[in-house]
């Protein structure tokens, strides 16, 4: 059985930053293309970041935080990241993480085999 278990969030100020965990089981992890997507309240889920399983290369970004948020992974860890710089207010999120069992990092998150439950990011004025 899959299990993605993220952690990391929580309430930061304006300017600050938050590193998000995501470890993951039960799954090819270093062929798998993670990803993570966050959800702000009234609005649809929508995409952050992704980055390759060991077959392809590519780390697509969203351009809303293109230049302050890095993904990254250890698959000795099975573990994806999501380091976040110079928050602001409208980063507030539920952030999620996905695989998938392709190794191209996709953009879309109708194209995810597997989440977390998430974890909540709040950022202060």
């Known amino acids: 059985q899959v299990q993605l278990v993220e952690s990391g969030g929580g309430l930061v100020q304006a300017g600050g930053s938050l590193t998000l965990s995501c470890v993951a089981s039960?799954?090819?992890?270093?062929?798998?293309?993670m990803g993570w997507f966050r959800q702000a309240p009234g609005k649809e889920r929508a995409f952050v970041a992704a980055?390759?399983?060991?077959?392809?290369?590519?780390?697509p970004v969203a351009n809303s935080v293109r230049g302050r948020f890095t993904i990254s992974r250890d698959n000795a860890k099975n573990t994806v990241y999501l380091q976040m710089d110079k928050l602001t207010p409208e980063d507030t999120a539920v952030y999620y993480c996905?695989?998938?069992?392709?190794?191209?990092?996709?953009?879309?998150?109708?194209?995810?085999?597997?989440w977390g439950e998430g974890t909540q990011v709040t950022v202060s004025a």
């Open positions: 996905a695989g998938r069992g392709e190794s191209w990092p996709s953009p879309d998150s109708s194209t995810y085999d597997y």
């Open positions: 980055i390759t399983g060991i077959f392809t290369s590519g780390t």
């Open positions: 039960g799954m090819a992890f270093n062929r798998a293309a």
